[in-house]
């Protein structure tokens, strides 16, 4: 089992690129969420699933979006990257719900300059 | 608003000493509680986590947390640090099924050897 898998690690985009964070698991896991991390702040939901094809909104949805056409994959778009996007992003997921706690990807570093 | 708050940000302690990390949450409903950790340059670990039962909860590497609904609070305890400690320490509340999990700012831990 790989876990949850998040590629790239690394990424420098321009303001203005789009670009596209991979997030897959292998557990057979409904639900996954986008987080991102930044000094002093804490982990930021993006946005959240619960299942193929049912995605919301968590608490910092501009500038992003998302879609779940599988169970295995939750990539998170940057539509237009701006400075304030630069930041560790994480990718999570979970089976039954969230009592369980969320198993977390590596993350990816994201830099906009 | 769905929202945690971890009152320390930045602890510092001698090993040996005892440790206690504040967490408040605020929650409608019936609410799950996590503690995670981050140690330097990895991913966030599940140290434990409460969903129902006995309030005072244990987890990983002898950490411990109490559930007082009262005073909606989920702080994290430890007799006796280790150097090995050193780490960011976040809290986190979600809810049943809904797949979305809300974290605390996190309190970074120095551990003195």
């Known amino acids: 089992n790989a876990g949850v898998t998040q590629t790239p690690k690394f990424q420098v985009l321009k303001t203005g690129q789009s670009m596209t964070l991979q997030c897959a698991q292998d557990m057979n896991h409904e639900y996954m969420s986008w987080y991102r991390q930044d000094p002093g702040m804490g982990l930021r939901l993006i946005h959240y699933s619960v299942g193929a094809g049912i995605t919301d909104q968590g608490e910092v949805p501009n500038g992003y979006n998302v879609s779940r056409s599988t169970t295995e994959d939750f990539p998170l778009r940057l539509l237009s990257a701006a400075p304030s996007q630069t930041s560790v992003y994480f990718c999570a997921s979970s089976s039954q719900g969230i009592s369980y706690g969320y198993t977390f990807g590596s993350g990816t570093r994201l830099t906009v300059v | ?113």
């Open chain 2, 1 to 113: 608003a769905q929202s945690v708050s971890q009152h320390n940000h930045h602890v510092i302690l001698s090993e040996a000493a005892s440790l206690e990390l504040g967490c408040n949450y605020s929650y409608g409903g019936t609410v799950n509680l996590f503690w995670y950790v981050q140690y330097p340059g990895q991913h966030l670990q599940l140290l434990l986590k409460y969903f129902s039962g006995d309030p005072l909860v244990k987890g990983i590497k002898g950490f411990e947390a109490e559930f007082i609904k009262s005073k909606f609070s989920f702080n994290l305890r430890k007799p006796s640090v280790q150097w090995s400690d050193t780490a960011e320490y976040f809290c986190a509340a979600g809810s049943g099924n809904t797949g979305k999990l809300i974290f605390g700012q996190g309190t970074t831990l120095q551990v003195k050897p």
